[in-house]
């Protein structure tokens, strides 16, 4: 698994760090980039789908108002059977009992603590376990399990989707270790235009050619 960590930019920070992402930190680049320790996320990974499989999966809900993890969450939620909430999370969805939108899940999973902050909140105010991918500028103090990851890239969302997808089926004996899930990383993508692509390859090329000669 290793190799998707390394290919898909799931290790790769931004250029701030929070007290809470140091444990989880390497080194930086000459850029500044804080890189984050691969071996600790697919160690969390391992631990989120542990936590996961002990509870009915029904009860289980993946929110993001992230745009690139709305592909990857729906692809995971289907391979999984957890239930998706994408995009604006409605103030009083966890908390407030009188409103028809009103859901009583036993764990939540955000994409991003902050993007996600109010359904943290609530989650905490509710007693509900969360779990959070977190990059290495994220305030975590509300989260009670960090799958440290580069949470705004396309690719690196999709892999860390398909990675924890993988290893709850796995674990469930739902799916041999040598054996392939009904998608592959790339169908976890969120697609974009060609331009759109063009302008992030020029983003991302030069970081990634600098970190391997480091």
Known sequence: ????????????????????????????????????DSKKTLSRIQTAAKFINRIPIS????????????????KFCELTGATSMLGRFMPGTLTNPLLPYYIEPELVMVSDPQVDEQAVL????????????????????????????NNRGRKSLAAIYWLLAREILLQKGELKGD??????????????????????TQRILPIRTRMQRQ
């Not at 899930?181 to 692509?197: C, P, R, V, W």
């Open 1 to 36: 698994m290793e190799k998707y960590v390394l290919s898909t930019g799931i290790r790769v920070g931004t250029q701030v760090k929070t007290k809470f992402m140091i444990p989880f930190i390497t080194k930086a680049t000459n850029e500044g980039l804080y890189i984050i």
């Open 59 to 74: 009860k289980v809900i993946i929110c993001s108002g992230r745009e690139y993890a709305s592909t990857p969450i729906e």
């Open 122 to 149: 609530e989650a905490t105010n509710a007693g509900i376990p969360v779990i959070a991918i977190s990059n290495t500028d994220n305030i975590t103090s509300k989260v009670d399990l960090v799958i440290p990851a």
């Open 179 to 200: 054996e392939s899930m009904k998608y592959e990383i790339d169908d976890f993508e969120t697609k974009i235009t060609e331009e759109e692509l063009e302008e992030e």
